[in-house]
T-cell receptor
Framework: DAKTTQPNSMESNEEEPVHLPCNHS???????IHWYRQLPSQGPEYVIH???SNVNNRMASLAIAEDRKSSTLILHRATLRDAAVYYC??????????????FGKGTLLTVNP | DAGITQSPRHKVTETGTPVTLRCHQT?????MYWYRQDPGHGLRLIHY???????DKGEVSDGYSVSRSKTEDFLLTLESATSSQTSVYFC???????????FGSGTRLTVV
């Protein structure tokens, strides 16, 4: 699986937008960009994914660079419940390697009241 | 989520004893996974299954075995537990169609 690079940690204030960056310069044309987050003492949970176009759902937005070598997860109004480790993961759209996910270290997001 | 139940939630066991962790799902998903999570290492794949009786190794499979005799159950066995296997173990399933994975709540295993 192609590798991703994320900052180790970021801080935000409550009710402000948060932009979590991810670099994936070796991304292939068939790699989906997935984001998961892990709240304290819980298993990871799916946030969003995309291939080429920007994506929105009820949890977040995903902005993908035109060359696809980077992406940004956007939380529009951070809440204290958004404090978590956020993982950016690439996965082959054809399910290469039997759909396995490879997790990196992620970004620890701290939200200040 | 996805009806995933991990059992037990917590376990303390002695070095050298066998331990089996269970992952149970109620939605008939084909793909199931076992990960372990340790400080400084993040989540690492132990074994996965792509169907009944179909399993394969992940990146940290040494010391672990798995079995899947029914679609709904994926068992992880530590044949002879060691202190290095103290960890939090997560089971996951792949929800077909939307490429999303759903994780269980985890099992915290301590080997003393």
């Amino acid at each position: 699986d192609a590798k991703t690079t994320q900052p180790n940690s970021m801080e935000s204030n409550e009710e402000e937008p948060v932009h979590l960056p991810c670099n994936h310069s070796t991304i292939s044309g068939t790699d989906y960009i997935h984001w998961y987050r892990q709240l304290p003492s819980q298993g990871p949970e799916y946030v969003i994914h995309g291939l080429t176009s920007n994506v929105n759902n009820r949890m977040a937005s995903l902005a993908i660079a035109e060359d696809r070598k980077s992406s940004t997860l956007i939380l529009h109004r951070a809440t204290l419940r958004d404090a978590a480790v956020y993982y950016c993961i690439l996965r082959d759209v054809w399910g290469g390697s039997n759909y396995k996910l490879t997790f990196g270290k992620g970004t620890l997001l701290t939200v200040n009241p | 989520d996805a009806g995933i139940t991990q059992s037990p939630r917590h376990k303390v066991t002695e070095t050298g004893t066998p331990v089996t962790l269970r992952c149970h799902q109620t939605e008939n998903h084909r793909y199931m996974y076992w990960y372990r999570q340790d400080p400084g290492h993040g989540l690492r794949l132990i074994h996965y299954s792509y169907g009944v009786k179909d399993t394969d190794k992940g990146e940290v499979s040494d010391g672990y075995s798995v079995s899947r005799s029914k679609t709904e159950d994926f068992l992880l066995t530590l044949e002879s537990a060691t202190s290095s296997q103290t960890s939090v173990y997560f089971c996951a399933v792949l929800k077909q169609g939307d490429y999303g994975y759903t994780f269980g709540s985890g099992t915290r295993l301590t080997v003393v």
